[in-house]
Every structure is written in C-alpha cells, then in structure tokens.
C-alpha cells in the first residue's frame, strides 16, 4: 500500500472515529418561562395571584453524569439502581420563581383581612442537578435541588413590570414583599426520585424511522425537602414525532420536555398535556421553614391533594442533516387551590420553552 494511500484511508478512519464519538454525545440547552401575562395574550383572565411568574436556563449533556458537579446525585441513583447496560444522561437547571397573594400592598390598618386570609408572599431561587438512566420505554430520574427562600429577585421583577404597566397591567404595586417567607434569605434544599413509563401508538411499528402519532407516560414521584410529598401523573404527546425521543412535563418546579437521547433529530409537530395529581404533606413556600414569618400557614391550612394540569403545543425543526434541532413548547398551565382559607383559588399561568439540541 502507497504512502499517500495510507494517508488517505487514517485520515477517513480517523474521522470516522471523531463521528462517532461526538455522535456519542448529546446536548440540549434552553430557556423557560412562566407568566401570567402570557393569559392575556390568549384571551384568558390574568387575575397576577399565586404562581405568577418564573424564569430558568436548563443544560442537558449525556457526558456531565461522570462530572464532579453531578457526582452527589450520582452517587445516590448508584446506590439505588444498577447503572450496567443503562445510558445516563444528566440536567442542569437554575431558576427563580415568584408567588404572591391576591392584595399586593402592605395596608395593614385596612388589608388585614386579605393579607391574613391568602397566600403569603414566597419566592425560590434555585439550582437542581439531576440524574438520568435512560432505556427505550423508560427513565428513572434522580435530583437534587438546593436553593434560597426569601431574596428579592422576584420583588425586583415583579415591581418593575408593575410600575411601567407591561401588558397593560393596572395592578398596584407590590409593595407587600416585607412580609414574604423567610424575607431577606433562607437556605433550602429537596431531593426527588421520578419514574417514566413510556406506551406509544403508530401507525407503523415496523417501518424503519416512521413517525410515532402518540405517545402516553405514566409517572410516579416522591419528594423529600422544601416540597414533601408523592405524585402520579399521565402525560400525552400526540401528532408527529420523533419515535428515539419523548417528553414528560414536571409541573411542580419550572418543567420542561426532556428530550430523551437517540440516534439523530427528526421533525416534530404535536400537542402535549398531562395531569399530575399531588399529595402534600408539607410545602415551605407556604408554612415557612425555620426563619419567623409574619404570616404563613399550617398544616391545617393547607390543601393536601393539589391538582396539575398542562396543555401545550410543540415543534421541533432538524438541520445539518438531523445533528442539531430547535424546539419550541407553549403551554398552558394550572394547579387546584393549594391552601384552605377563605380566598383559595384555582391558578393558571402561560409558558414558553426554547431549546437548542445537537449531536
């Protein structure tokens, strides 16, 4: 064999390898968030009350489950799974969320009333690290979520959308932060232990890349930290999909599709919706933790069975020959009255999740 014809043939091994190995990687990286404003834009009533708002940056990577940041959750899904012959994938997200009462002022002389009988302000800024092993049909999800109760990001957030009247809001200004959980900072934590199930429909079973029509998850999930509790939940992507991805939605704290590893990207155009009911045994944006608040509530004023709803559109559009893909969710979401006081309510709020995947 010729010099320049061993040249040419490692040159082509050689990239055949490199293919292969970033072909061995995926990664997703996106924004979501959640808003009550986004009701108006739908025609629908924003009443700014309960989860009013969210914002969180999310990046998944196939390689970050054997990096040092990953290693506290991983060290728990080992001693609770078998990692042999499972793909692991892993998430990490940041975020702040907001949740206020019905009245945002601080009048106590004339407001007591609506201050005592709702909500109380809350706020979460948070950083989770979680955990995936990953097969055809199923997804166990092990996470970690530390973060700080009562900063005034959302305070900020909230006033200035306020005060210069985004979306033509008349709403007062919230002036009522004083009296949030924890106000001025508390450290927090959770874990969580979530199980996927996936059963899909076709049309086609057998021809090789044929789109799925519907895809149907079944979920169960147990919490231990600032939300305590355990839920089941069914979830339904319906229309054009990819048949190597699906998506479940955790509605608890700022969710998202986690697009689930395969081969290459394909085209998608579905709709997607769940519910999830929840059993609540203990929930510190509401009961506070260890810090005095002025109001918080009780085990006795809660709602220990909360309802999740979400209903969504979605696309997914491949390029560079299906290695990278964008993918965009709006959503609708809602939750049953948490609490049981004389001005509990339903809520809902819109959303919106933008993600940039590639091999």
């Given at each position: 064999?010729?010099?320049?014809?061993?040249?040419?043939?490692?040159?082509?091994?050689?990239?055949?390898?490199?293919?292969?190995?970033?072909?061995?990687?995926?990664?997703?990286?996106?924004?979501?968030?959640?808003?009550?404003?986004?009701?108006?834009?739908?025609?629908?009533?924003?009443?700014?009350?309960?989860?009013?708002?969210?914002?969180?940056?999310?990046?998944?990577?196939?390689?970050?489950?054997?990096?040092?940041?990953?290693?506290?959750?991983?060290?728990?899904?080992?001693?609770?799974?078998?990692?042999?012959?499972?793909?692991?994938?892993?998430?990490?997200?940041?975020?702040?969320?907001?949740?206020?009462?019905?009245?945002?002022?601080?009048?106590?002389?004339?407001?007591?009333?609506?201050?005592?009988?709702?909500?109380?302000?809350?706020?979460?800024?948070?950083?989770?690290?979680?955990?995936?092993?990953?097969?055809?049909?199923?997804?166990?999800?092990?996470?970690?979520?530390?973060?700080?109760?009562?900063?005034?990001?959302?305070?900020?957030?909230?006033?200035?959308?306020?005060?210069?009247?985004?979306?033509?809001?008349?709403?007062?200004?919230?002036?009522?932060?004083?009296?949030?959980?924890?106000?001025?900072?508390?450290?927090?934590?959770?874990?969580?232990?979530?199980?996927?199930?996936?059963?899909?429909?076709?049309?086609?079973?057998?021809?090789?890349?044929?789109?799925?029509?519907?895809?149907?998850?079944?979920?169960?999930?147990?919490?231990?930290?600032?939300?305590?509790?355990?839920?089941?939940?069914?979830?339904?992507?319906?229309?054009?999909l990819d048949r190597e991805r699906w998506a479940s939605y955790d509605a608890y704290q700022m969710g998202y599709a986690?697009?689930?590893?395969?081969?290459?990207?394909?085209?998608?155009?579905?709709?997607?919706?769940?519910?999830?009911?929840?059993?609540?045994?203990?929930?510190?944006?509401?009961?506070?933790?260890?810090?005095?608040?002025?109001?918080?509530?009780?085990?006795?004023?809660?709602n220990h069975v909360v309802v999740e709803g979400f209903l969504g559109v979605g696309g997914t559009a491949k390029f560079?020959?299906?290695?990278?893909?964008?993918?965009?969710?709006?959503?609708?979401?809602?939750?049953?009255?948490?609490?049981?006081?004389?001005?509990?309510?339903?809520?809902?709020?819109?959303?919106?999740?933008?993600?940039?995947?590639?091999?």
């Open positions: 064999m010729t010099m320049p014809l061993r040249l040419l043939m490692s040159i082509v091994l050689i990239c055949e390898l490199s293919k292969c190995f970033a072909q061995s990687r995926v990664q997703t990286m996106g924004l979501v968030v959640d808003q009550d404003i986004f009701l108006d834009w739908v025609g629908l009533p924003n009443k700014d009350q309960n989860y009013t708002m969210g914002a969180g940056f999310f990046y998944a990577d196939t390689k970050l489950p054997h990096t040092i940041a990953l290693k506290p959750v991983r060290i728990i899904t080992t001693k609770l799974y078998s990692l042999e012959g499972r793909t692991e994938n892993a998430i990490l997200q940041t975020g702040v969320t907001g949740f206020t009462p019905r009245y945002l002022g601080d009048n106590l002389c004339d407001s007591l009333y609506y201050i005592e009988n709702d909500r109380p302000f809350a706020s979460l800024l948070f950083f989770s690290m979680k955990h995936q092993l990953v097969e055809p049909r199923k997804v166990i999800s092990n996470q970690i979520v530390v973060g700080v109760i009562g900063l005034h990001i959302a305070h900020a957030v909230q006033h200035h959308i306020h005060e210069h009247h985004w979306a033509n809001s008349t709403r007062e200004i919230p002036d009522g932060w004083k009296y949030q959980i924890a106000n001025d900072g508390e450290p927090t934590i959770l874990y969580s232990n979530k199980v996927d199930h996936l059963f899909e429909f076709s049309e086609s079973k057998t021809a090789p890349g044929s789109p799925a029509i519907g895809q149907f998850i079944l979920s169960r999930e147990y919490r231990v930290g600032y939300y305590t509790g355990a839920s089941v939940g069914a979830a339904l992507r319906f229309g054009i986690n697009k689930i590893l395969g081969s290459s990207f394909a085209n998608e155009l579905y709709l997607i919706a769940s519910l999830k009911p929840n059993f609540v045994l203990y929930n510190a944006l509401l009961m506070g933790q260890f810090r005095p608040s002025p109001f918080k509530l009780t085990f006795g004023e809660i560079c020959h299906g290695q990278k893909a964008l993918n965009c969710v709006l959503y609708l979401s809602g939750r049953t009255p948490e609490f049981d006081l004389p001005l509990k309510r339903s809520h809902y709020w819109g959303g919106v999740q933008l993600s940039y995947s590639c091999f």
